[in-house]
């Protein structure tokens, strides 16, 4: 057998508890018929009384002893040489007869139950078959007092002769049996500090070697023997013997007996109806767990579900303080920049007031030294064709002022006229001309108080951060808050309140912003409307909100802004008779009109068209003289005349120029009811029938918009150009008197372009022109 590791649990006998407490207790006791040293686990600690009972079958006597200390100390007490020379004879007598008295008692017991334990195992030992058990069964003698004096003379004698206790196995063979028989007494072992403690090993012979190392491998060998016995005992009980069959747990080689199957036993009959019936019922168990399980698995999908909620739920609640950070910031700062604005609108507006007033100062002084230089110039023309009495010169005595007036206002077309000269324009005629030139004194003086307010506009937000002065940087928080949470952007209307925030900051961008200069910046080349328009189109883009109201931002800003401006330009500063300043007024306006039509854009409108009457009412002036004296082409009569027909011309081209802009409607009231047939053609009525009449009335064809005529089927213009298509038809009739061919086929061409073919037919049977049939038949 192989040698196992030594188990840390205290070994067991096979046989029953009894018989393994009556083995252990009558080898401590040190019994005459085994008397054996107590191994390793069963020596007991210094100080403890421990209880000893004797093996029997129906009955166990007990013995009480004493600490091994006490035992050892007994036979120590009745030596007649101290041991180790420390301690006398007196107290040792003392102490033995201290100890004698408590064994005394002791003693009497021990036989007493020594004597029951006899009875007990003679009438035990006839059922007793193993002999373990009669080994252990045998009574257990205890020495008396003069055998433990005896033995502890021998011992003293043993030690004075040799200094030592030999541990020759022959020599000392009854010396080891004394002291075995004297240690199973634990009254006879020595105190702790009586002992003698060997602090080196003594020296062994070969053969002491040899024999402890039999004697271990022996006992580990029964110590292994026992643990298997134990072990297979502990399997026994723990395991059920089933079906009649045994479980060899030993660890030899047998085999396990294998059950043959009895061909005896009978089986119930098994059918197809059985084998069917047991199938549905296996089926339809079956069929109820799948059942469970899908209801299971649904389960567990809606649990699924509600945790992705859940932590969908729990991610944006971790998000609210994040929310609520970026809400707060944002209504601090929206708060900050309405506060900034309504501090910085008043100096806004004083600004826009100045500026506002000196360029209305600059057209109110234009437009009255026109008006004065009109009237002037019409009086002394009038006194001048009335009065006969004249100097010898042939000149009229007028006043300085009237004098002073005409020679600066001749002297301006004499500034002009070189300067046509010099561009090489040679085709101008004398009115057409706008004359807003203004002296160098107050051209300066305009200029300086123009700097002067420009330079306090760029003072107005030196204090403040372009956070809460650039229109880029405002949008851009506003940006933000629409991309994180574009909900409750759209549900703020953030739409309706851009353009109310950002009206001061472009009404200060549009404070040197002249509309009526040709050269002034458009509005799609501010810095501002692109800002804006970039705006808009990240809103566009933005597929969550197709729908979204930013688009409409644009048009708010001009409505709210750009047109009111406009409308002021109109109203008091635009002066219709000026091309250049109609011109570039009406490219703004398409822009708007055009491109971000509203209903503001009506108040506009309105206002264009009330400025034009105005116009036409105050400005326009064409006298009537007679014939003699405006045949003489060089005559101031002529002259006037024929600037202020020009003057009247170009307004009329100035009005039709807001064609697609205003309704037809009111061009043709303005421009042909109201212009052509009171003024203009008064004054082609009053003049020498010619070539100059020819091409005046050209002129006035050329500034009628096109698309009045651009119906193919139209065969009569339109009921305006009547009065006009009459006095055409009248001019032609005087012209075929003088034989002017080239005249009357221009006149020709004017009919069929305005549409009026039927009149040009009539005339051409008439007056038998079948030459210039060809020109109706091309159209």
């Not at 020599?171 to 240690?183: L, R």
């Not at 003594?202 to 006992?219: N, W, Y």
């Not at 009335?386 to 020679?407: C, F, V």
């Not at 055409?728 to 372009?753: G, N, P, T």
């Amino acid at each position: 057998m192989a040698h196992r590791p030594k188990r840390t649990f205290r070994q067991r006998r096979a046989d029953s508890s009894d018989s393994d407490s009556g083995k252990e207790s009558s080898a401590k006791l040190g019994s005459p018929r085994e008397p054996a040293a107590p191994s390793p686990e069963e020596k007991e600690l210094p100080g403890e009384t421990v209880k000893r009972p004797l093996r029997g079958r129906r009955a166990q006597g007990q013995i009480w002893a004493s600490s091994r200390r006490v035992a050892e100390a007994a036979p120590r007490a009745g030596s007649d040489t101290p041991y180790e020379g420390d301690t006398g004879s007196d107290s040792e007598n003392t102490l033995l007869e201290s100890r004698t008295i408590e064994l005394s008692a002791d003693e009497e017991d021990g036989i007493r139950h020594s004597s029951e334990s006899k009875d007990e195992q003679s009438s035990s030992s006839n059922n007793c078959s193993s002999p373990e058990e009669k080994e252990f069964s045998s009574v257990v003698r205890i020495p008396d007092a003069a055998f433990i004096k005896a033995a502890r003379r021998k011992r003293e004698l043993a030690r004075a002769q040799d200094d030592y206790i030999s541990l020759d196995v022959k020599q000392t063979s009854n010396i080891s049996d004394t002291k075995k028989n004297s240690d199973e007494d634990t009254e006879s072992e020595p105190d702790d500090h009586e002992e003698r403690i060997s602090f080196t090993p003594k020296p062994q012979t070969l053969r002491q070697r040899m024999t402890e190392e039999t004697t271990t491998r022996s006992e580990e060998s029964q110590d292994d023997e026992n643990q298997d016995i134990w072990e297979q005992q502990q399997m026994r009980k723990a395991v059920k013997i089933i079906g009649g069959r045994d479980t060899d747990l030993s660890h030899s080689s047998e085999s396990q007996k294998v059950k043959k199957f009895d061909t005896s036993i009978s089986f119930p009959p098994v059918n197809l109806e059985i084998i069917k019936r047991q199938l549905n019922t296996r089926l339809m168990l079956l069929q109820d767990t799948h059942r469970a399980h899908l209801r299971e698995y649904e389960k567990y999908i809606q649990d699924v579900k509600s945790s992705k909620s859940m932590i969908q739920n729990l991610e944006n609640s971790s998000n609210q303080a994040l929310n609520y950070k970026f809400y707060k910031s944002m209504k601090i700062y929206v708060e900050n920049l309405i506060d900034c604005l309504n501090e910085k609108i008043i100096s806004i507006q004083e600004i826009e007031s100045s500026m506002h007033a000196l360029l209305l100062k600059q057209a109110m002084t234009l437009m009255k030294r026109r008006q004065d230089e009109l009237k002037h110039e019409s009086t002394y023309l009038q006194q001048l064709s009335r009065k006969a009495e004249t100097s010898t010169n042939g000149s009229m005595a007028i006043d300085e002022k009237t004098q002073w007036i005409l020679e600066e206002m001749e002297s301006r077309r004499v500034q002009r006229r070189q300067a046509r000269v010099l561009s090489g324009n040679c085709n101008h005629e004398e009115g057409i001309s706008s004359d807003d030139e203004l002296p160098a004194a107050d051209m300066t003086d305009f200029q300086n108080s123009q700097g002067d307010i420009l330079q306090d506009h760029k003072k107005i937000f030196e204090d403040v951060h372009d956070d809460f002065c650039n229109i880029q940087n405002i949008l851009l928080k506003f940006q933000q808050w629409r991309e994180k949470f574009p909900e409750s952007y759209y549900e703020a209307f953030i739409s309706f309140c851009i353009p109310k925030l950002l009206n001061p900051l472009i009404r200060i961008q549009l404070i040197d912003w002249n509309p009526l200069k040709l050269n002034s910046i458009g509005l799609k080349q501010m810095l501002w409307f692109t800002s804006i328009e970039e705006y808009v189109s990240n809103s566009v883009k933005d597929s969550r909100k197709e729908d979204s109201s930013d688009t409409k931002i644009l048009a708010a800003v001009i409505n709210k802004t750009i047109i009111p401006r406009l409308t002021d330009f109109v109203e008091f500063i635009w002066d219709p008779l000026s091309t250049s300043q109609t011109t570039s007024l009406i490219t703004h306006c398409r822009m708007i009109l055009e491109e971000h039509s509203t209903c503001e854009n009506e108040g506009l409108l309105k206002s264009i068209v009330s400025r034009i009457k105005k116009a036409i009412e105050d400005d326009v002036f064409i006298p009537l003289y007679p014939k003699s004296a405006v045949e003489n082409k060089t005559s101031p009569h002529s002259k006037f005349q024929e600037r202020q027909f020009w003057s009247g011309l170009k307004l009329f081209r100035n009005i039709l120029l807001w064609n697609g802009l205003l309704p037809d409607e009111a061009l043709q009231e303005l421009g042909l009811g109201k212009l052509l047939n009171r003024y203009l053609i008064i004054a082609l009525l009053n003049a020498v029938p010619g070539s100059d009449v020819v091409k005046k009335c050209s002129e006035v064809t050329a500034c009628l918009p096109e698309r009045w005529f651009a119906n193919p089927a139209m065969r009569t213009s339109i009921p305006q150009l009547a009065n006009f298509i009459q006095f055409l038809l009248q001019l032609a009739h005087k012209l075929s008197r003088s034989e002017l061919r080239d005249e009357i086929k221009e006149i020709i061409r004017i009919l069929m372009k305005i549409k009026a073919f039927n009149q040009a037919e009539s005339f051409i049977e008439e007056h038998h022109l079948d030459d210039l049939r060809s020109l109706i038949e091309k159209v």
